[in-house]
């Protein structure tokens, strides 16, 4: 059984060493999806000239920051799968790594990593509208994409998102529960492209203008936490009683 | 605003040191639970004389195994807090650290606390039966504890318990998921008192007796993982679309 709701699907073209490459895209996945390995089945294919090595490393670099930062519901998958088939069609030599090229490349498997892993948020189980969470000034990226996690992780904050209720504490509570030291007074917090919170205090935001931008297909929750330049970013969706029904639902 | 329906209190007695000693408590949570701190408002009270490093010590390593393994939402609050009041009106000199009364009297205080975390996990929001999942043969203690949490934070287990599905892999899944090695094929598992896993794999259990047990105002999910002596409870309570309810109203 599969609780997807469309099929997943992307491709992208860059010019890279002279070639026009393609890499294309197709993931399934909704429930049971949390960062740990890939989180679900993916495979990804591409007509560059690529060694094993660079490949894998592409992947897995392009997964760190796409998959692994997608959360539904915080379990994990027993059977996730993501996949990188590289033809060779475009002909050329293999790209070498550590080149310009290898890095253009990087770049085109994360983009379409990215429009892959957002389609998953947003199609998760249950899912009324996908939340993204937008880290910037924290110590390192790893930070980052910890604490961005924990936002989209968080029961209270997707509950929240559900109800179009701008209760920014709840966020500055996930931000605070990531396991990453924070200073609470230099954070600053917007919700789609409203300010909430600055300097850790509530700004004299409208509450009504900030539960409508709460409404949009997709919720920006958008944090400076005014350290260093660490930056990162994590997709997932709202908690709402359509995945308790789905999860639920059991007939012998 | 509070979300708990019932108040819960508890008050417990024991012979120590040639008195009878009381130790009474209350406490109050029900939504944002998540072991951390003590994840909720708890005040123990006792008439036993203490002196702060014996009163400290002992509630701290009852809250290890209480209060720390409660969770209903995996959210950690911002104002947990447990506290401890000795009077003293017991009379008598302070119970001295390392004997066998301050071992008793740990053990009364670590009761009151089991009782009080359980009266927690029941009043979970939203929460219509509660969860209790024990783990024995870990190679350690707290092993065991991390993986009955890991059992009871799954929204995958929570919402089969509510759904009375018995989804035996989901919890196989849930304790794989702890962060702690374990070899699935020594796995023993039971709901309430059938057992659905010999080895990790699958019994020929009965499913509508399953779904039945899985009725019960306290579910009881058993796991023996065939390795060492460590063992562990936790507590919790099933994922309903009550929860959503509780948590996504919002009005301005």
């Known amino acids: 059984m599969t609780t997807d709701l469309v099929p997943k699907e992307c491709a992208m073209q860059a010019q890279i060493g002279g070639r026009r490459l393609t890499v294309g895209g197709m993931a399934k996945g909704s429930g049971m999806i949390h960062p740990n390995l890939a989180t679900m089945l993916g495979v990804l294919t ?3 000239a690529l060694e094993p090595e660079l490949a894998q490393r592409a992947l897995r670099a392009a997964a760190t920051n796409t998959f692994n930062q997608v959360s539904v519901d915080r379990d994990t998958s027993t059977n996730d799968t993501l996949v990188l088939l590289a033809s060779g069609a475009a002909g050329g030599e293999p790209i070498a790594p550590g080149t310009a090229d290898a890095e253009a490349f990087g770049a085109l498997l994360t983009a379409v990593c990215v429009d892959l892993a957002r389609q998953i948020a947003r199609d998760g189980e249950g899912a009324s509208r996908m939340i993204t969470a937008r880290i910037e000034g924290a110590s390192s990226d790893a930070d ?15 509950t929240a998102v559900y109800g179009r209720d701008p209760n920014w504490g709840r966020i500055l509570a996930a931000i605070g529960n990531a396991g990453v030291p924070i200073d609470p007074t230099t954070i600053d917090l917007w919700i789609g492209d409203i300010q909430v919170a600055s300097g850790g205090t509530r700004t004299n935001f409208d509450e009504g203008r900030v539960s409508d931008a709460m409404g949009a297909e997709e919720v920006l929750i958008r944090a400076s936490l005014g350290g260093d330049s660490g930056r990162g970013e994590a997709w997932g969706c ?12 059991y007939t012998t």
Chains 1, 2 share one sequence.
Request: proline share 3%; hydrophobic share 40%; glycine share 4%.
């Open 46 to 48: 591409t007509d560059a």
């Open 144 to 158: 980052a994409r910890r604490i961005a996690r924990e936002i989209v992780c968080s029961p209270l904050v997707k």
């Open 238 to 249: 709202d908690l709402t009683e359509g995945y308790v029904r789905i999860n639920a639902e």
